[in-house]
Nanobody, 125 residues
């Protein structure tokens, strides 16, 4: 639908907080769902949370439960990831992604085809 642009990454001490933003150049509600992913050095890309009108908010990573919160502001066409109580293990490049497709049940097809460029998060001890 449009390009995605992440921002808000940086270097913080363990226990600190960061708010990541993902600006959608088009209409964010044109996507069935949105999600945040992260990729740590030398490791595979991992979905963190996702959000959609059909499926609601879903957490996909137990290690961030209770610490990370996904949300979106439709009027600003922006997806957010609030990260609290950051740990060194959270160090990674964080990406936002959009899923434009629907399945046969009215939900998202969970095929994320639109991606941002990523923003680096570094947590030090």
């Amino acid at each position: 639908q449009g390009q995605l642009q992440e921002s808000g990454g940086g270097s913080v001490q363990a226990g600190g907080s960061l708010l990541l933003s993902c600006l959608v150049s088009g209409d964010i509600v044109g996507y069935c769902g949105m999600a945040w992913y992260r990729q740590a050095p030398g490791k595979e890309r991992t979905m963190i949370p996702s959000i959609s009108a059909a499926d609601g908010v879903e957490n996909h990573l137990e290690s961030v439960k209770g610490r990370f919160t996904i949300s979106q502001d439709n009027s600003k066409n922006t997806l957010y990831l609030q990260m609290n109580s950051l740990e060194t293990e959270d160090t990674a490049v964080y990406y936002c992604a959009g899923d434009p497709g629907y399945n046969d049940y009215g939900g998202c097809d969970e095929e994320y085809t639109v991606w941002g460029q990523g923003t680096q998060v570094t947590v030090s001890s």
